[in-house]
């Protein structure tokens, strides 16, 4: 049973355009929602990350838009550059008093921004 | 600041040997976590240590793979004896501390083949 569902596998979007990634999840005792981005031969790393108790976060080009009520959020990179064509990992966190503080992830979206 | 590392980078071997990945934290950081990623699917977690105890291990596939912390620095993932299945990219990642939303900083992985 996945918990953390992402979409869609793979993007291809012209330069300049606006990436969209979407996940959802249904365990509500999460709260915590962070994006990884990662790049051929490296780990994954932090790129921005939610709380539900807020509905958009907003750091340069990256942007989540979280929807509490649908359990949905989202990744918009705007402007999309080909230095951003990387693999992207939706993540959500249980409450840290509840069965430690895994990660859990959704299957990754391999954006390739065009030149 | 060093980041975490992993050793090694790649290791094939063959069914029914045993492998041993280790991982090195970034220094103080008391968490320390493990997950996997099979081929196209999600980044799965496996366990998490704090200093050298073990915090939870729920996603410890099975008795073959055991995991150690010594005095609560490196901590290594042995496999013992490999099975095709076992076949993908172990992540390490470390934190400060428990609690609140402190970012999981990732190694840049062990890509083990089991033939």
């Known amino acids: 049973q996945q918990q953390v569902k992402q979409s869609p596998q793979s993007l291809i979007v012209q330069k300049g355009g606006i990436s969209i990634i979407n996940c959802a999840y249904e365990?509500?005792?999460?709260?915590?929602f962070p994006w990884y981005q990662q790049f051929p031969g490296k780990g994954p790393a932090l790129l921005i990350a939610i709380r539900p108790d807020v509905s958009e976060k907003k750091e340069g080009r990256f942007t989540i838009s979280f929807n509490k009520s649908a359990k949905q959020f989202s990744l918009h990179i705007m402007d999309s550059q080909p230095g951003d064509s990387a693999t992207y990992f939706c993540a959500a966190r249980l409450r840290a008093n509840q069965a430690g503080t895994a990660l859990i992830f959704g299957k990754g979206t391999t954006l390739s921004v065009s030149s | 600041e060093a980041g975490v590392t992993q050793f090694p980078s790649h290791s094939v071997i063959e069914k029914g040997q045993t492998v041993t990945l280790r991982c090195d934290p970034i220094s103080g950081h008391d968490n320390l976590y493990w997950y996997r990623r099979v081929m196209g699917k999600e980044i799965k977690f496996l366990l998490h240590?704090?200093?050298?105890?073990?915090?939870?291990e729920s996603g410890m596939p099975n008795n073959r793979f055991l995991a150690e912390r010594t005095g609560g620095t490196y901590s290594t993932l042995k496999v013992q004896p490999a099975e095709l299945e076992d076949s993908g990219v172990y992540f390490c990642?470390?934190?400060?501390?428990?609690?609140?939303?402190?970012?999981?900083?990732f190694g840049p992985g062990t890509r083990l083949t089991v033939l």
């Open positions: 240590f704090v200093k050298e105890s073990k915090q939870d």
């Open positions: 365990n509500t005792a999460f709260d915590y």
């Open positions: 990642a470390s934190s400060h501390r428990q609690g609140g939303y402190n970012e999981q900083f």
